[in-house]
């Protein structure tokens, strides 16, 4: 059963940075995985933030292009997201999540099945 644990969240000033790791275990690594960042504010929909597939190519969200750069250290198993120029309203709960792709005729997306428990960014203005 995959683990996915989140850490370096915390509270900082607008413009501060920040840098986010999600550990993974309990899998033996394959490289037909997908792996992402999400976020969800308090009454607000949970949101794609930054996403690598199984090919190596990165996603971003347009309210967090240009700040937030995602990167995976397959060795040891890390997804981090380095946080920079950050804002107020990127004040969420970060979570890591994995999932292998799932094609179609059209394309694949990844089907997202582990999910981590979240780690607190707060941004004050």
């Known amino acids: 059963q995959v683990q996915l644990v989140e850490s370096g969240g915390g509270s900082v000033q607008s413009g501060g940075s920040l840098r986010l790791s999600c550990t993974a275990s309990?899998?033996?690594?394959?490289?037909?995985?997908?792996m992402g960042w999400f976020r969800q504010a308090p009454g607000k929909e949970r949101e794609r933030v930054a996403i690598i597939d199984t090919y190596g190519i990165t996603t971003y969200a347009d309210s967090v292009k240009g700040r937030f750069t995602v990167f995976q250290d397959k060795a040891k198993n890390i997804l981090a997201l380095q946080l920079n120029s950050l804002k107020p309203e990127d004040t969420a709960m970060y979570y890591c999540a994995q999932g292998v792709p799932a094609y179609y005729s059209g394309g694949y997306y990844c089907a997202y099945n582990s999910w981590g428990q979240g780690t607190q960014v707060t941004v004050s203005s």
């Open positions: 309990g899998y033996t690594y394959s490289d037909n995985i997908c």
